[in-house]
C-alpha cells in the first residue's frame, strides 16, 4: 500500500487538513480569550446583557417555528399542501421520494435527525407519484431529489446522492455541510472550506479503502475532527 502514489498522496492531504484544521480551532480559542482578557466590569456586564437578550429573542424565534410544524420531518399529502408549506416558513427542505426506491429511506434517516437539530427551517417530504404537477414544474427526474426552498422559490437542489460522495453510507454530517453549504440551514462558515476539501479528497476513496490503507484511528480521527470543529 505504501507504494501506490495515490494513497501516499491522499494520506499527505488527510495530514495537512487535519493539522489546518487543528491549527484554525487554536487560533480561534485563543482571539476569544484575548477579547474576554481585556474586558473590564462593566463590558462584561453589558456583554451578559446583550446575551441574555439575545437569548431570550432567540427562544422566541423557536417557538414561533415550533408552531409552524418545525422541529420534525413530516410527510404532505398533497401538492397543494406544499405550496402552503413553503408559504408559511422561509427555508424548506422538500425530499422528494418514492415507495419503491431504498435510497429513499436513507434519506428520511439523515432527514429526521437535523429537523431535530435544525428548527430555524422546516423539513418534509412528499410522494413524487401524487405531485405529477409539481414534478415535471421543479424538474425532478430521479429519486430522491431534495429542493431547498428559500422564500417561496427552489434554489438548490440536491439530486441523488452525487453531492454526498456518491456512496449510500454518507453521514448525516455530510449532509448537514451540504445543506449548510445552500444556507438552507443555519451553519457555521468557517466550517465549509475544511469540510469541503475534505469531502473532496474523499470522493476519491471510500471508507473501506480509507480504513484499510491508514487504519480505523485514522478515520476516527478525521471523522471527530469534521464533526467537532
Known sequence: MASNPSVAMLSKVLEQQMLQTTEIVEQHL???????????????????EKRLESMKKAQHQKQ?????????????????????EVKESKNVICHFYRDTTFRCKIVDKHLAILAKK??????????????????????IKIIPTMVLVKDGKAKD??????????????????????????????????QEPICMRATETLHLFSIVQLRDSFGQDTVN???FLLKTY
Request: one cysteine or more.
Open 64 to 84: 414561533e417555528w415550533l408552531s409552524k410544524g418545525h422541529g420534525e420531518y413530516k410527510e404532505i399529502p398533497s401538492e397543494k399542501d406544499f405550496f402552503q
Open 30 to 48: 485563543d482571539t476569544e480569550i484575548e477579547k474576554f482578557e481585556k474586558m473590564d466590569a462593566d463590558e462584561l456586564e453589558k456583554l451578559r
Open 118 to 139: 435544525h428548527v430555524e427551517t422546516k423539513f418534509i417530504k412528499l410522494n413524487a407519484e401524487k405531485a405529477p404537477f409539481l414534478s415535471e414544474r421543479l424538474r
Open 157 to 190: 437542489y440536491i439530486v441523488g446522492f452525487d453531492d454526498l460522495g456518491c456512496t449510500d453510507n454518507f453521514t448525516t454530517e455530510t449532509l448537514e455541510w451540504r445543506l449548510g453549504c445552500a444556507a438552507i440551514i443555519n451553519y457555521r462558515k468557517h
Open 221 to 223: 480521527s478525521l471523522v
